[in-house]
């Protein structure tokens, strides 16, 4: 059942608002931050930190401009076709997948709304859908297997 909601999560989290822990975090850790990231920051570009993303890099391009992915450096970097342009480079081994482009892109167009790391962000309590379950826990797996169009 769990594979069935996590294939379901990677294939539609496009229809869903764009959250930076759940979507864009594991993106720009696995191909980013390596070189723009904490301990990194090329090209004078820092990704893990809003402040640092929504300022122009040395060279004097903006990596991410909020609500407009098609000015966004790094949108145009990451569909670049030229391979001495295109992020993650190809010496990093590193390929972005189609949806993740995507992903990016979406997140960029909603505002590129950065979150704390989970660990420091407020427990929140959520309210069970209303759906005729009895165990909470299937009434959340039986809300997201309808927004799936899934059966249970």
Not at 63 to 76: L, Y
Not at 133 to 144: G, S
Request: proline share 7%.
């Amino acid at each position: 059942m769990a594979i069935i909601l996590l294939a379901a999560a990677a294939t539609t989290a496009l229809a869903d608002e764009v959250q930076f822990n759940r979507d864009i975090r594991p993106i720009l850790a696995d191909a980013c931050f390596r070189c723009h990231g904490p301990s990194a920051k090329k090209g004078g570009v820092r990704l893990d930190l809003r402040e640092e993303a929504v300022k122009p890099a040395r060279s004097k391009a903006t990596p991410i401009v909020a609500g407009q992915p098609d000015k966004s450096e790094m949108i145009r970097r990451i569909f670049s076709k030229d391979g001495d342009d295109v992020m993650p480079p190809v010496s990093s081994h590193k390929v972005l997948k189609p949806h993740e482009k995507e992903l990016l892109k979406k997140w960029i167009a909603e505002g590129a709304t950065y979150q704390k790391h989970w660990s420091f962000e407020a427990i929140a309590k959520v309210a069970a859908p209303k759906n005729g379950q009895a165990n909470p826990i299937d009434a959340f797996i039986a809300d997201r297997l309808k927004r799936e169009g899934l059966a249970m």
